[in-house]
Every structure is written in C-alpha cells, then in structure tokens.
C-alpha cells in the first residue's frame, strides 16, 4: 500500500515538473521574441 502511494507521488511530482519547465521554457522564448 506505502509502495502505490509513493508511486503515485512520484508520478504526480514528475508530471507537475515536466508542465512546470516546459512552461517555462515557453515564458522564455516568448521573452526572447520580445527583445528583438
């Protein structure tokens, strides 16, 4: 049960990493766009 709980936290966290930085790396080129 402890095993599936972490599992699934770690898929959560991974996932939410994965949006985080890729948004991220969206906010920055639109910033590089600008600065032209």
């Known amino acids: 049960m402890g095993a599936s709980i972490f ?3 770690l898929g959560v966290s991974i996932a939410a990493f994965f ?3 890729s ?3 969206r906010k920055a080129d639109r910033e590089r ?3 032209k």
């Open 23 to 25: 948004n991220n790396g």
């Open 19 to 21: 949006m985080w930085t």
């Open 7 to 9: 599992t699934l936290v």
């Open 33 to 35: 766009d600008w600065g």
